[in-house]
């Protein structure tokens, strides 16, 4: 039955990302993993069960006949983490079953659920997520169906609508800023702190293929770090000022409260080159000086003007949920004709093999002596009728059952 889905989710809309990890399943991964949720579905009497855990996110998905009302609810969660505090918590798991179920899993795939809507990785998660649990006997035919439907809704909304376009993310929109100054892959690039922003940036770096980059930061190990993501060169800040290689990119975040990049330093590292530069300030307070963009031929790129842009193309991307949700729409109808008639083949699976069994007893032991006495001529003919029979009778059963779904 369609209201046997049912899904508990805990997710950035409801609580803190703190709040959320109290739902997931701790320490727990590969072998360990599949132990507790195949002990989660045994205690619990659960007939599928789909587990998926991202950084805004803790969905359980299920196939069962069991209500899951509140006390299932914090008996679950408490054999999940026997720490948590219920009271205060169980407010917030949302309870989605039968067709908001659906509706929602199909959300979550076309990321409109998501914190950001539009980004591509939660279709990713998903799918990993339902092979390993596939993989592991955790989910069955029922869940197969609603999965398959997910996946396909999922690229139907990227394909179909425009909710992907246009880039949120600050770094995405740097490296956009970037790929339109047109820099050939010898340019020079100067990278200025060696935190999470900027091995993101090394990542694009790194795919974009330029080859020479050099990567400046207070620990000389994180610079490493980051520079081995790209093959760059690794300095400790401190060498900064000695720098001679020159640059045309200088991308710049560091946690520092001031202006790490003065006039006198930039003029330094320009290196008598008199070339306009693209600077990219991805810090807050800004770290390169006020004075470097009045004074020097710069393209300058800052955090507040990337932001502004990150909210204009996040509302671009608003006003195409509503095409997904109708897209949605149209795929639960197209799902309650596929389940339906999913449940009659495997009402109907064992029809052709009893059949066959009552004609195989007509033969052997009804009328076995009969046949016994027909010459071989109208034996071979009472056979074919019998034979011609099992599968016209075969076929009646299912061709009504698929004009019943009709």
């Known amino acids: 039955m369609i209201q046997y889905y049912q899904i508990l989710a805990i997710t950035h809309r409801q609580t803190s990302l703190e709040n959320i990890g109290k739902f997931v399943i701790p320490d727990a991964e590969g072998e360990v993993l599949r132990n507790r949720l195949e002990e989660l579905k045994a205690k619990f009497g659960i007939e599928e069960l789909f587990y998926l855990s991202t950084c805004n996110r803790v969905m359980y998905v299920v196939y069962s006949d069991k209500i899951l009302d509140n006390t299932f609810r914090e008996q679950f969660f408490k054999e999940i983490n026997p720490a948590i505090d219920y009271e205060q918590l169980g407010s917030k798991i949302k309870h989605f079953h039968g067709d908001d179920a659906l509706k929602h899993l199909l959300q979550v795939a076309g990321s409109i659920d998501s914190m950001v809507v539009g980004e591509r990785e939660i279709l990713r998660q998903l799918r990993e997520s339902?092979?390993?649990?596939?993989?592991?006997?955790?989910?069955?035919?029922?869940?197969?169906?609603?999965?398959r439907l997910a996946i396909e809704s999922g690229k139907k909304i990227y394909a179909q609508t425009k909710i992907g376009e246009k880039p949120v993310s600050i770094v995405s929109l740097a490296v956009q800023k970037l790929r339109e100054a047109h820099l050939p892959k010898t340019s020079r690039i100067l990278i200025v702190g060696a935190g999470q922003t900027n091995r993101l940036v090394a990542k694009f770096l790194k795919k974009?293929?330029?080859?020479?980059?050099?990567?400046?930061?207070?620990?000389?190990?994180?610079?490493?770090?980051?520079?081995?993501?790209?093959?760059?060169?690794?300095?400790?800040?401190?060498e900064l000022i000695k720098f001679e290689g020159g640059f045309d990119c200088m991308i710049v975040c560091t946690g520092s409260t001031k202006s790490i990049i003065s006039p006198d330093l930039y003029q330094k590292l320009l290196n008598g080159d008199i070339q306009q530069k693209l600077v990219i300030d991805l810090s807050i307070p800004y770290n390169v000086s006020e004075e470097v963009v009045q004074k020097f031929p710069v393209n300058y790129i800052e955090i507040e003007g990337l932001k502004a842009l990150a909210h204009e193309n996040h509302n671009f991307r608003k006003l195409e949920v509503t095409k997904?949700?109708?897209?949605?729409?149209?795929?639960?109808?197209?799902?309650?004709?596929?389940?339906?008639?999913?449940?009659?083949?495997?009402?109907?699976?064992?029809?052709?093999?009893?059949?066959?069994?009552?004609?195989?007893?007509?033969?052997?032991?009804?009328?076995?002596?009969?046949?016994?006495?027909?010459?071989?001529?109208?034996?071979?003919?009472?056979?074919?009728?019998?034979?011609?029979?099992?599968?016209?009778?075969?076929?009646?059963?299912?061709?009504?059952?698929?004009?019943?779904?009709?």
Request: aromatic share 10%.
């Open 208 to 238: 974009m293929s330029f080859t020479k980059i050099s990567v400046f930061n207070r620990s000389f190990e994180k610079a490493r770090q980051v520079a081995s993501i790209m093959g760059a060169d690794a300095f400790p800040l401190s």
């Open 324 to 406: 997904a949700n109708q897209l949605i729409a149209k795929q639960l109808m197209k799902f309650q004709e596929t389940y339906q008639h999913r449940q009659i083949v495997k009402a109907m699976k064992d029809v052709p093999a009893e059949i066959k069994a009552i004609k195989q007893k007509a033969i052997d032991e009804v009328f076995h002596q009969d046949l016994a006495d027909m010459d071989e001529e109208t034996r071979d003919l009472f056979k074919k009728m019998l034979n011609y029979m099992e599968k016209k009778c075969i076929g009646i059963p299912m061709r009504a059952a698929k004009e019943a779904v009709l």
């Open 130 to 147: 339902y092979d390993r649990c596939a993989g592991w006997k955790l989910t069955g035919d029922n869940l197969r169906l609603a999965f």
